[in-house]
């Protein structure tokens, strides 16, 4: 199970993979265009304020079986 938080991120999530310690994280957009990859580990904070608000799509490379976790990241301008 992937678990990131909080929803919706401002400027970085914290993710948490059951049975896992250390991963390749992908973050696509909607279009499926890849815009972050990290390797993560247990409960890390990844930093994600270079991305514009949206909805996105968290993706484990070692485990593409896992369910994704979509993230929505607060607008600024709304003080989210």
Known sequence: KLTAWPVPAPSEFSVLVEGLEKDKLQVFD????????TTITQGQAVKISHLLPGTY?????????LVHKIIVMGNKAAGN
């Open 30 to 37: 909607v279009s499926g265009r890849l815009r972050h990859e």
């Open 57 to 65: 799509i968290l993706r484990l490379v070692g485990n593409p079986d």
